[in-house]
C-alpha cells in the first residue's frame, strides 16, 4: 500500500506564494492520480486540483474554480513527489491541505473516490 506525505505549509502573507509536496512511498506504481483537497475551519473538505498520468506522460489536469490561474499542479515522477504551487495567496486559501491518490487517471472531485489520504500540512495566509 502507498503512503502520502504532505509538507510545505505554513503562515504567510496574502499576495505571496507556497509550494507543498506530496510524496509517495511504498506501493507507488499501483496509482495514477494524486489530488490536492483543503479543507478550512468549520467546513467541508474541498477539492483543489489534481494531475494523473500514464508512464511518464501526464493524462489530466484539473483545477477548481476558486485556484485555477493561481495554483499549479506538477509531478516529479523521479522522486514519486507531487507539487502544489500556490500564488497570489488570499485569506480563503487558508485550510489545512491534503493529498490523496488513486489507482486510475481519472480525476475525481469527491473524497469518497480516495482511498488514501496524507495527513495535511497547514497553510495560514494572513490579510
Known amino acids: 500500500q502507498a503512503q502520502l506525505i504532505e509538507s510545505g505549509g505554513g503562515l504567510v502573507p496574502a499576495g505571496t506564494s507556497l509550494r507543498l509536496s506530496c510524496a509517495a512511498s511504498?506501493?507507488?506504481?499501483?496509482?495514477?492520480?494524486i489530488t490536492w483537497f483543503r479543507q478550512a475551519p468549520g467546513k467541508e473538505r474541498e477539492f483543489v486540483a489534481g494531475?494523473?498520468?500514464?508512464?511518464?506522460?501526464?493524462?489530466?489536469?484539473h483545477y477548481s474554480d476558486s485556484v485555477k490561474d493561481r495554483f499549479t499542479i506538477s509531478r516529479d515522477a523521479t522522486k514519486t513527489v507531487v507539487y502544489l504551487q500556490m500564488s497570489s495567496l488570499k485569506p480563503e486559501d487558508t485550510a489545512l491541505y491534503y493529498c490523496?491518490?488513486?489507482?486510475?487517471?481519472?480525476?475525481?472531485?469527491?473524497?469518497?473516490?480516495?482511498?488514501?489520504w496524507g495527513r495535511g500540512t497547514r497553510v495560514t495566509v494572513s490579510s
Open positions: 490523496a491518490l488513486r489507482s486510475d487517471i481519472y480525476i475525481k472531485t469527491t473524497t469518497k473516490d480516495y482511498p488514501t
Open positions: 494531475i494523473s498520468w500514464s508512464g511518464d506522460s501526464v493524462r489530466f489536469l
Open positions: 511504498g506501493r507507488t506504481f499501483s496509482f495514477n492520480t
